[in-house]
């Protein structure tokens, strides 16, 4: 069972930075497919950023040109910028890891963006 655990969420004012980061007991890190994915309250579950191991990222287009995904392979761990905050980025952020057909899901970490 891989293990995902997320970190560095907080509450912050409109126009401020954080980065959020994953740590992974996954073996072999390096063959998953990494992910962020948000929730807003009473909203189902997004796609943020993924980024597969060698390549760049791909994007919501809501956080194209604020957010910046990447990963390191020796550490296990994934990271997201996130510049220019927005209140409409409120919400539950979850480390995702995926392998074929094995989906991995952290316990997420919140993110506030007051006006």
């Known amino acids: 069972q891989v293990q995902l655990v997320e970190s560095g969420g907080g509450l912050v004012h409109a126009g401020a930075s954080l980065r959020l980061s994953c740590s992974t007991s996954?073996?072999?890190?390096?063959?998953?497919?990494m992910g962020w994915f948000r929730q807003a309250p009473g909203k189902q579950r997004e796609m943020v950023a993924t980024?597969?191991?060698?390549?760049?990222?791909s994007y919501a287009d809501s956080v194209k040109g604020r957010f910046t995904i990447s990963r390191d392979n020796d550490a296990r761990m994934v990271h997201l910028q996130m510049n220019s905050l927005k209140p409409e980025d409120t919400g539950i952020y979850y480390c995702?890891?995926?392998?074929?057909?094995?989906?991995?899901w952290g316990q997420g970490t919140q993110v506030t963006v007051s006006s």
């Open positions: 980024i597969i191991s060698g390549g760049s990222g």
């Open positions: 996954a073996p072999y890190f390096s063959v998953y497919t």
């Open positions: 995702n890891a995926v392998s074929g057909r094995n989906s991995y």
